[in-house]
Structure formats: structure tokens, C-alpha cells
């Protein structure tokens, strides 16, 4: 295997990443790599020959502004982005296009803390007011009774693993 190294400071322009400070990344069904840091909105893409390409995050035309916290890309080919403060971001990567999901749309909080996928294809979204999922073919959010699930009382970043038994940790 071959080993390569990707830097914001990397002298050739397609090993450079937009920021060192990597706070998430993921890998797609065509086995790119996304990566998002804290300190911009643009989403890195390292494709498979290992050159990166930049997709600025952004929303109706603007710049988005929100810290990007949590990624990961679904089976249909779109990324989520979760954010502090500034919500769920589905972001379309063949076409630019994002859509915005916030606590009007159902979310419990606006500060995602982690995301994962289930092999239902429903994304679970650990918010830092509690879990709730998706079902992306619908764009329908879903709360549960938190109640039930033991949450820490912070809204420190914490995992969220469904292991292959279906239990969530």
C-alpha cells in the first residue's frame, strides 16, 4: 500500500487539504474520503487516485457559517454535515445543492454531536438535546423518548455506534 500524506501546507496542490484541523471524515459507496474541519465550510474530497477536491459548503448562495462538527455519507451518495449550533446540513455533492434541517424541522437541538447510519438507511443523529433519525427518502425526523436513553448531562461530542446486534452505543 502506498502511503500519502495530506496537508494544508502540502507543497502540491492536490494533497492539500483545506485546513489540518480535521474534526470528522467519511467514506462513500465510490470509496472517496470526505473531511470536514472546524474552521472553514469547505468539505475536502479525496478521491480514489488521492487527489483532493474542495466543495464549499453553502446555503442559498451564502457561505455557511456554523462550526462543522460530524460527516458522514449515506447510501443515495448524499453527505450529512452536522454542525454546532447551525443544525444538519444534506449536502448533494453531484450537484452543489444543500438543504438545511433545524429545530423547526424536528431536530431536539441544533448542535449535532455525531451521526450514523443503519442498515435500514436511516440516519441516527445525536444532537446534544437527545437522539432522533431520519428517514432520508422521506426527509422525515423522528423523535424518540429520550427519556429512556441514558444521556450524559453535557453537550460534550459523544459517539454513536449501532454495533452489528442493533444495539446503539
Avoid at 502540491?12 to 483545506?18: A, F, H, Y
Avoid at 480514489?48 to 477536491?53: L, R, Y
Wanted: proline share 2%.
Amino acid at each position: 500500500r502506498q502511503q500519502v500524506h495530506f496537508s494544508a501546507a502540502a507543497t502540491d496542490p492536490r494533497l492539500r487539504l483545506s485546513d489540518d484541523f480535521v474534526t470528522s471524515l467519511t467514506e462513500d459507496e465510490q470509496q472517496r474520503i470526505w473531511v470536514i474541519n472546524a474552521r472553514n465550510n469547505i468539505i475536502d474530497c479525496i478521491d480514489t487516485g488521492n487527489t483532493i477536491h474542495h466543495f464549499p459548503l453553502t446555503m442559498n448562495g451564502q457561505a455557511f457559517s456554523s462550526e462543522l462538527k460530524a460527516i458522514l455519507a449515506d447510501h443515495d451518495g448524499k453527505l450529512w454535515v452536522g454542525t454546532k449550533e447551525g443544525g444538519l446540513v444534506r449536502f448533494d455533492p453531484s450537484g452543489g445543492r444543500s438543504r438545511l434541517f433545524t429545530i423547526s424541522d424536528g431536530l431536539l437541538s441544533e448542535t449535532i454531536n455525531s451521526l450514523c447510519l443503519d442498515d435500514r438507511n436511516r440516519l441516527w443523529v445525536y444532537t446534544a438535546a437527545g437522539l432522533v433519525w431520519i428517514d432520508s427518502s422521506r426527509e422525515a425526523i423522528h423523535q424518540l423518548d429520550n427519556d429512556i436513553l441514558r444521556f450524559g448531562n453535557s453537550a460534550d461530542d459523544e459517539p454513536l455506534l449501532f454495533s452489528r446486534n442493533g444495539n446503539i452505543y
